[in-house]
């Protein structure tokens, strides 16, 4: 052939080209800015808008930061370092720091505790969060509630242990006769745990508080982002088995349990959540017995906890419904009973499936705990709002203490999403 | 060979109650009926002895009662001589037009950086994500209170607007944007055909109704047209003047004249005063909910399939068209549920303008009215019933709509 072509082309190429390297503005940097920032008229015009965006808001905000001032103990202290120009003040994030995160009451030489408590809840949390750890880091897990409890409100160390030696009374007498029947077992692991813990009160002697290791501090005493943590975590908690029983109750065969639980949730899911927490700050009060004193922590612990129970039910009752029919048939054809078949065989699956939904109520709650500042408990926003802002030292200081609020909020929030996404795809157990 | 006998006639034992199933679920009931009437009658029985303890009693016969406190922002009369009725219809009506209007510019926001996130533009779509990080992992209160602050400090007071060397101005000589709200002129009818003005105004508002119906029988006729001969008339014009003929008739023969604000004294006096806090609850509230409709958005589009897209594009439809008669109409089956429930999320939250100082209907019934009065029960229960009659006419409303959007299968 190469004979032929001698003969009829001018001029034949024998080797190959070797291959050039690709235009400029198709390689690297630019082509990545082509194909991503300005791959048409409308997408540069787009892109030049956003960098105006970011320039604005950098232009305003960095030498605003950047100038700020660490150190002063006054706002008018601050206007004299900085003569006119822009620049923060942060000193009041370092001068009032304490009482950003404890309240202004709680007494400064426990603040010890409530860390320690943190840091505790950090190892407590962990064995729940991170399947991988040795399964014997539960029973920490299962400590660190009455752990905490003492810590953080002191007072004698009876109290909690009573609290524990009841569930853990409840917990036996379930263990023994939970083989034979669940009813019997329930029923008498509530009978058993009341049992424990009127029998232990008795035992408490009056006034031990007075002279205790630790200190008692009274609830009205919390406040900062100390309050907004506690009542997250406790709320959240709380509030799982309650809407798990709740989302179970909806799906019931039974009418009136069922319509007890559709009553419940709708109203609680139809309402505000500040109505509930007025509810519990000027008419709780009224439902109690007419001699006690339900403090109003623990009455808005209960507000919320329902409020969020109710949503957290109807992220369950989803899963519920995703799951194929065929699960419960499976489990019915086993021979299961109801208790069996949920813990063994349904619930497993409804909560994986539900797990991005729970996380996103755990996180509004969390968010929604800033609401307490409105009934006047001291929360951060409480704090930052009422005496930090009406101190004659701070009044102005807005942006420097909103910023700090929303920076707090922001990493705890955006790492709890981070946490689901991690667990979802660890979860995710179906071949795609 | 065997036979086929009847089973053993048992004889009721009283284990079956627990153990047979026949049986247990009654069982369960009755045991809860008790339960949940023991706790009602334990709750009555404490709510009765504190109340008799405080010399109190469950009646609503305050709110006819007159208020004694001022409202700035107020959709209909009111004065502090008013009930506290009145003044709690002030509320309401407060709560309704912030919800409204917060819903609205929350769609156009979430819309908007829903569908700019799937943007291709890497810069645009990192931008809206930052934005809807920030806006939702961040307390809806401290937003609110963080834009009421940017309006009272940034924006300039009314006296900064007078004198010959004023430091602002207003807008077009129309609108003032200040410390206390934004003033924007107002538009009355110099000869109604009514007295009042709110009836001159349903008449402006009954003349768009026939616009709509006739910009509607429009759009049917062309398609009509289409089916028929598969050409589309052109109803652009059409359309516009159904809408705007009409309209510009009524206002002409009614005269609309603008009254516009003007600074007098220390305040500005005529035209509309938006109150300050209205207009940071709503913004706070539209920028905050719209990060929440922007995921719903985009998992909306991000859940018609990519086949969808490809079989229109390989039936010659144009982008836009792809967009508008494909995509779109299933995605919106995806978006509209959690959309209601961010409408409703937005009527709940309304309630934080006890924050700032925006008079809806928790701040007036729930904040100055239980205060002053100490009807504490009676508040808290009309402001639930409140709500939740709004949470269900809203969901109510939207599921109708759902109802008419969703996908029609046998």
């Not at chain 1, 029919?325 to 539900?354: C, F, H, N, T, V």
């Not at chain 1, 951060?380 to 910023?403: C, D, F, H, K, Q």
């Not at chain 2, 404490?46 to 107020?74: H, P, W």
């Amino acid at each position: 052939m190469s004979d032929t072509h001698a003969q009829t082309v001018a001029f034949v190429r024998e080797t190959q080209i070797p291959p050039a390297p690709p235009p400029a503005s198709e390689t690297g940097v630019v082509k990545w800015l082509r194909e991503n920032l300005f791959s048409n008229a409308a997408n540069s015009a787009l892109t030049i808008a956003a960098l105006a965006v970011i320039y604005m808001v950098l232009q305003n905000t960095l030498p605003w930061i950047l100038n700020g001032v660490w150190t002063t103990s006054s706002l008018a202290e601050c206007r004299e370092i900085l003569q006119g120009k822009t620049g923060a003040c942060f000193s009041v994030l370092t001068e009032r720091w304490n009482q950003l995160l404890y309240g202004f009451k709680y007494p400064s030489d426990a603040y010890w505790r409530p860390n320690l408590a943190l840091v505790l809840l950090l190892f407590a949390a962990a064995p729940v969060l991170f399947f991988d750890l040795p399964r014997k880091l539960l029973i920490f897990t299962a400590i660190y509630p009455f752990l905490a409890f003492w810590l953080i409100w002191g007072g004698t160390l009876m109290v909690p242990v009573v609290a524990l030696l009841g569930f853990a009374a409840g917990a036996a007498v379930f263990q023994t006769f939970g083989k034979s029947s669940f009813a019997i077992a329930f029923f008498g692991a509530i009978a058993a745990a009341f049992a424990v813990w009127i029998a232990g009160g008795m035992l408490i002697p009056e006034g031990a508080s007075e002279n205790a290791w630790l200190s008692p501090v009274p609830s009205r005493d919390l406040g900062g982002f100390m309050l907004n943590l506690m009542l997250g975590v406790t709320c959240v908690s709380l509030s799982l088995p309650l809407g798990i029983a709740l989302a179970l109750g909806r799906q019931s065969d039974m009418p009136l349990i069922k319509w007890m639980c559709v009553i419940f949730i709708e109203f609680v899911r139809g309402v505000p959540l500040i109505t509930l927490l007025f509810v519990a700050s000027v008419m709780l009060a009224y439902f109690f017995p007419p001699e006690s004193t339900v403090d109003l922590f623990l009455r808005v612990v209960i507000m919320i906890t329902m409020f969020s129970a109710a949503y957290i039910a109807e992220v369950i009752r989803g899963g519920l419904a995703a799951l194929p029919k065929g699960q419960y048939e499976a489990a019915d054809s086993l021979g299961l009973d109801y208790a069996q078949a949920m813990r063994l065989i349904i619930l497993p699956q409804a909560l994986k499936i539900s797990i991005p939904g729970i996380v996103n109520v755990a996180v509004g709650l969390f968010k929604d705990t800033t609401l307490v500042s409105v009934i006047s408990m001291f929360d951060l926003v409480g704090m930052i709002r009422g005496p930090i802002l009406a101190s004659t030292e701070w009044n102005g200081v807005y942006w420097e203490l909103l910023g700090f609020a929303a920076l707090l909020f922001f990493v705890v929030c955006y790492g709890i999403s981070q946490y689901s996404q991690w667990l979802e795809r660890r979860l995710a157990t179906d071949h795609r | 060979m065997s036979t086929l006998t009847d089973p053993p006639n048992e004889s009721f034992r009283l284990s079956m109650l627990i153990n047979d199933t026949r049986y247990r679920s009654l069982t369960f009931q009755v045991i809860a009926a008790i339960v949940l009437a023991l706790c009602i009658w334990y709750l009555g029985n404490n709510l009765i002895q504190n109340l008799r303890a405080a010399g109190l009693n469950i009646s609503y016969a305050f709110l006819g009662d007159s208020a004694g406190y001022d409202i700035n922002q107020r959709l209909v009369e009111y004065d502090s001589q008013s009930s506290h009725a009145r003044a709690a219809l002030v509320g309401v009506l407060n709560t309704l037009l912030v919800a409204f209007l917060a819903c609205i510019t929350a769609t156009i926001f979430g819309v908007i950086a829903g569908v700019l996130r799937l943007s291709n533009n890497w810069l645009v779509s990192k931008l809206m994500a930052v934005y809807v990080e920030i806006f939702r992992n961040i307390p809806v209160l401290i937003w609110i209170i963080i834009i009421f602050t940017i309006m009272t400090a940034v924006l300039p007071g009314p006296r900064e607007f007078r004198g010959d060397d004023a430091t602002s101005s207003m807008l077009f000589d129309a609108f003032a944007f200040t410390n206390r709200g934004i003033y924007t002129p107002l538009p009355w009818f110099q000869n109604g055909i009514f007295e009042s003005a709110s009836m001159n105004w349903l008449l402006v508002l009954a003349g768009l109704g026939l616009s709509w119906v006739a910009a509607h029988q429009i759009n049917a006729w062309a398609n009509n047209k289409q089916e028929a001969t598969g050409v589309r008339p052109k109803t652009l014009l059409p359309v516009l003047a159904a809408w705007l003929v009409p309209f510009l008739a009524l206002t002409m023969i009614m005269g609309l004249t603008w009254e516009y604000p003007e600074l007098k004294g220390f305040n500005f006096t005529g035209g509309i005063k938006v109150g300050g806090p209205l207009i940071a609850l709503w913004f706070a509230l539209s920028i905050y909910t719209g990060a929440f409709i922007a995921e719903n958005v985009r998992a909306g589009i991000q859940a018609v399939s990519k086949g969808q897209t490809e079989a229109a594009a390989a039936l010659g439809l144009r982008p836009r068209r792809v967009m508008n008669l494909v995509v779109l109409p299933q995605a919106m089956r995806v978006i509209i549920p959690p959309l209601i429930s961010q409408f409703l999320n937005i009527t709940k939250n309304s309630s934080l303008a006890i924050a700032v100082g925006y008079a809806d209907i928790t701040a007036t019934l729930g904040g100055i009215t239980l205060n002053q009065t100490g009807r504490a029960i009676e508040c808290v229960l009309l402001l639930m019933l409140f709500y939740l009659t709004a949470s269900l006419v809203i969901s109510m409303v939207m599921n109708v709509y759902n109802a008419s959007v969703k996908l029609k299968e046998r």
